[in-house]
């Protein structure tokens, strides 16, 4: 197996989030649980980036750093050149509004609007008008092959439906990053492979991609897989350079 | 983000939710009733109190206007009457005190104010504790107790300044009393001489009616006024009206009226209660036992007693003295029962002390149940608070969209409870005031009740959801991104 080369894969790309030997310590009584242990990663624009990691080893910690959900307790997080550290709490919903698009495994579509009032409330948080707010999620919802179900309220779709619902709500600002978090893992295979097509769609269109994940399929479309594991990042590989099989990658995974 | 999207959200949402926030607006509900019953309720007794009493001052109208006119004032009753006059709506009352006395009108609305005053102390030391009047002022009521303050101010204030908890009522408290006091001299010197013009022109007017009484061969006057000739009662009138009393010819008409079925009733009433009489209605109603004269006038429409009574009684003229002889008790019934709702000036819209500690009560358990069905509604939906904040929601919109939310429900279980409470406190006083409530309904008090409950209802559920919202909006947007 090949090792990633960082210094190579860089050449040709800008940064587009930094994170820099973030620790990240709960207390659980009065034993330290250092859910993430010292961990180093650049992200460059354009890529499209998988995390995987059992339950415990700290991914999700992981992904509320670089989605300016949480604050490491020691370490940098800078998000377009931004420190993480430097924001107060309204800044920081600025810029989870305008920076970071949301994908949730639980999709998390508020259940009582249609589709199109979910897609266009990140807009309505940003301050866009409720004309152009309608135009833009109208133009997002074709794009993710939902316009014709715009009136539809979420207990009216399947999964799937919901899943690209919900990716359309994230895209609402034009942001940097997307961040998915297993966004098939509630989905059954079919849509789930609806959903790689989409957001592999929209990693070549130019957005750039985290995803958490364990599905191989989705694995397969993206540029560079990370391993984390108790806290720390235990492996990096670029996708061209690993085969992917299903029975391989689940053996990594209980490592 | 403007305040009218957030509107617009919060709308959307509860249109949605309504039905799940059932419990929070029963809650609301509950309480806003409760509170529109309390203010209607003693709204209606209000309005139909002072109604019920109108009508019986007018019901005794004739007596009044004959008194004011025949009887000589006493320093007393003239103080009472010129205090009633100087409050609003009394200008005809002060215009016939100077037309009476010939004093100038300025002197007379001087005159009231003072007397005002000195009606105040005077209550003021009525109503005080026995006890503490006694040291205060002795066994004195009414003006010798001020004479006796007068006499010995320094000891009077010192003592009252021991009794921490004992206020001096009307403007600037202690010190208005010792102003008044420094007036009081030369008040009660200026009230005797508008006392003795008074009571001059009524003993002028005693004098004219004593002649016209003489000439109609010795009548009393409650005889003479409705049996004599138009003519001549109009004469007299006018003869009065000339001394200043105000005495105009409807107010003759009244008194005649009422003079004449005053008589009516009480040649029944002599009637009825009559030995002989007794005895009859006994064998005719095969009786053991002597009814009382009012039992007798409530059984008036049998016939057995119609034909007793058909030598001096028309069947009318026993169905009009019954029938006012009931309207007369109903009267003096409602306004017993009402006589604490009239005399509690001093309470808080009305309410007695008792009420509004139950309205106290109330408003708290309503405010922790409001508050603990926020709280649900928060947990319920923590992810989607948490999903908000994901999407970009700042701190103080999702502290406004559920302070909004929880006004919306104030506002709308605030409607129902304004009706609950209308519907039932209406029902209860229609019961028990009958068409009374209905002469005197108090439609504008009723509008300002509905407006004050509605937001009490508002202002408590907004007050319970403070703490709820806060936390809600201080929530760490990660819990959207866990598992269940």
């Known amino acids: 197996m090949a090792t990633f080369d960082e210094a190579k894969y860089a050449e040709g790309r800008e940064v587009l989030v930094s994170v820099h030997d973030i620790r990240r310590t709960f207390w659980r009584g009065e034993e330290p649980v250092h859910a993430l242990d010292g961990v180093t990663l650049n992200i460059y624009r354009g890529e499209y980036i998988c995390v995987m990691g059992p339950s415990g080893s700290g991914k999700s910690t992981f992904f509320n750093m670089v989605g300016g959900l949480d604050s490491p307790t020691s370490g940098r997080v800078f998000i377009d050149g931004v420190d993480m550290a430097q924001l107060n709490a309204d800044e920081l919903a600025f810029l989870r509004c305008r920076k970071i698009g949301y994908v949730f495994q639980q999709f998390n579509l508020n259940t009582t609007m249609t589709a199109l009032q979910n897609v266009t409330l990140p807009m309505t948080f940003a301050g866009v008008s409720s004309d152009e707010a309608r135009a833009r999620g109208m133009a997002l919802l074709e794009r993710v092959g939902l316009g014709d179900r715009w009136n539809h309220r979420p207990k009216e779709m399947s999964g799937g439906q919901m899943q690209r619902v919900a990716i359309a709500r994230s895209l609402a600002n034009n942001p940097s990053i997307l961040l998915c978090d297993e966004p098939t893992g509630n989905l059954d295979l079919k849509s789930g492979k609806d959903i790689h097509r989409l957001l592999h769609k929209l990693n070549t269109e130019g957005v750039t991609v985290i995803c958490a994940t364990h599905d191989p399929n989705m694995l397969a479309v993206s540029t560079r897989m990370v391993w984390i594991s108790d806290g720390r990042i235990v492996r990096i590989e670029e996708t061209a350079n690993v085969t992917i099989e299903q029975n391989s990658l689940g053996a990594d995974e209980e490592a | ?484």
């Open chain 2, 1 to 484: 983000m403007s305040l009218g999207e957030t509107w617009t959200l919060c709308i959307r949402g509860v249109r949605h939710r309504l039905f799940r926030s059932v419990l929070t607006l029963a809650v609301v509900v509950l309480a806003v009733a409760f509170f529109m019953f309390l203010l209607c309720d003693s709204m209606y007794q209000r309005a139909v109190g002072k109604g019920v009493e109108a009508e019986i001052a007018s019901s005794r109208a004739a007596q009044l206007q004959l008194t004011r006119l025949l009887t000589p004032d006493t320093a007393a009753s003239a103080m009472r009457r010129l205090a009633a006059a100087g409050k609003p709506g009394g200008e005809a009352a002060l215009a016939e005190a100077a037309a009476v006395t010939g004093l100038p009108p300025a002197e007379i609305a001087s005159l009231a104010e003072l007397a005002g005053r000195e009606r105040l102390y005077a209550d003021w030391f009525a109503k005080m504790p026995v006890g503490r009047r006694l040291i205060l002022v002795k066994r004195d009521l009414g003006r010798d107790a001020l004479k006796r303050v007068l006499a010995e101010p320094d000891e009077f204030f010192r003592q009252l300044s021991i009794m921490v908890d004992l206020r001096v009522p009307g403007p600037k408290k202690a010190e208005g009393l010792r102003e008044f006091l420094a007036v009081f001299p030369d008040y009660v010197s200026r009230m005797d001489g508008f006392l003795a013009r008074w009571n001059a022109k009524v003993a002028e007017a005693g004098a004219l009616t004593q002649a016209r009484l003489a000439a109609a061969g010795g009548l009393s006057e409650t005889r003479w006024i409705p049996g004599a000739p138009e003519a001549e009662t109009e004469a007299w009138r006018a003869d009065l009206a000339a001394l200043g009393f105000s005495f105009t010819p409807a107010d003759l008409a009244t008194m005649r009226a009422q003079l004449r079925d005053a008589n009516e009733f009480e040649d029944l009433t002599e009637r009825l209660s009559g030995a002989a009489f007794r005895d009859a209605w006994k064998v005719k109603f095969r009786e053991a036992s002597d009814t009382t004269a009012e039992e007798k006038l409530a059984r008036l429409g049998d016939r057995r007693a119609q034909e007793m009574l058909a030598d001096d009684f028309t069947p009318e003229q026993l169905g009009r003295a019954a029938a006012g002889h009931a309207a007369r008790t109903r009267l003096a019934q409602l306004e017993h029962a009402l006589a604490a709702a009239l005399g509690g000036d001093s309470a808080l819209l009305g309410l007695s002390g008792r009420q509004l500690f139950l309205l106290g009560i109330s408003f708290l358990v309503c405010m922790v149940g409001i508050a603990n069905a926020m709280l649900m509604s928060i947990t319920e939906r923590y992810r989607e608070i948490a999903t908000m904040k994901c999407l970009g929601a700042t701190d103080s919109y999702i502290l406004s969209q559920f302070m909004m939310e929880a006004a919306l429900q104030g506002f709308f279980g605030g409607v129902v409870g304004v009706l609950l409470g209308f519907a039932i406190s209406t029902v209860r006083s229609a019961l028990a005031f009958g068409g009374h409530l209905w002469a005197y309904f108090p439609a504008g008090d009723v509008a300002l009740c509905a407006l004050f409950s509605l937001a009490a209802g508002v202002l408590l559920s907004a007050l319970a959801s403070i703490q709820p919202s806060w936390a809600a909006s201080r929530m760490a947007p990660m819990e959207a991104m866990r598992v269940e």
